[in-house]
């Protein structure tokens, strides 16, 4: 069995500011792990993922993240946050027959 | 990456017809395809799993005499929600493993179809 956590349902941050989106799985394998963001109304975007090779993982648009094995984390970030970058934010794993558990998401709100 | 297409992307619908929503695998072939659904400000819920030539995989307390899942071909698979309701209105969203390309899992995901039952 394999499960997410998203510890934050929202995330407000003033623009320039570090992102921290936070993320805790469970699962019973070598999970693979990823992060999608969907602006409103739009289809999922992958915007990186870890497959067991380095734990830190740089995505598009300036985000990355760090696979914390004894923490079982998978935590997002950015450095400075850009109006654009506001949406829903996913965490996602998967195991090996391709089957993918979602987080319950996280809303990011950036301010001017 | 891969790209997947759903169609429609918007389908308005009145109370007890059915509708259909198509998912496509434009520039691979996908044996397997997921469907999830997605309420207002929810997260995606897998609803089934649907295998080329054989009959798809229901997940728990999803009714599958009234979401048909047809997976007649490599790069295409349908969902059909019958007898539509007012609940049934909800985001749908289809994806598809490109395991020639990304032997590691990852999913290409289709823009969505919004239904909305009157």
């Known amino acids: 069995a394999q499960s997410v956590t998203q510890l934050d349902s929202h995330v407000s941050v003033s623009e320039g500011t570090p992102v921290l989106l936070r993320c805790n799985y469970s699962?019973?394998?070598?999970?693979?792990l990823f992060w999608y963001v969907q602006h409103p109304n739009k289809g999922l975007q992958l915007l990186l993922k870890?497959?067991?090779?380095?734990?830190l993982v740089k995505g598009i648009n300036g985000f990355e993240a760090e696979f914390k094995k004894s923490e079982t984390s998978f935590h997002l970030t950015k450095p400075s946050a850009h109006m654009s970058d506001a949406a829903e934010y996913f965490c996602?794993?998967?195991?090996?027959?391709?089957?993918?558990?979602f987080g319950g998401g996280t809303r990011l709100m950036v301010k001017p | 990456g891969a790209v997947v297409s759903q169609h429609p992307s918007w389908v308005i619908c009145k109370s007890g017809t059915s509708v259909k929503i198509e998912c496509r695998s434009l520039?691979?072939?996908?044996?397997?395809m997921f469907w999830y659904r997605q309420f207002p400000k929810q997260s995606l819920m897998l609803m089934a799993t649907?295998?080329?030539?054989?009959?798809?995989?229901?997940e728990q307390g999803v009714e599958k005499d009234k979401f048909l899942i047809n997976h007649a071909s490599l790069t295409l698979s349908t969902l059909t929600v019958t007898s539509a309701h007012p609940e049934d209105s909800s985001f749908y969203i289809c994806?598809?493993?490109?395991?020639?390309?990304?032997?590691?899992?990852?999913?290409?995901f289709g823009p969505g179809t919004r239904l909305t039952v009157l």
């Open positions: 996602v794993v998967s195991n090996a027959g391709n089957m993918l558990t």
């Open positions: 649907s295998n080329e030539g054989s009959k798809a995989t229901y």
């Open positions: 699962s019973s394998y070598s999970p693979s």
């Open positions: 994806s598809a493993p490109d395991r020639d390309r990304t032997p590691y899992n990852e999913q290409f």
């Open positions: 870890y497959t067991s090779a380095a734990t």
């Open positions: 520039d691979f072939q996908a044996t397997t």
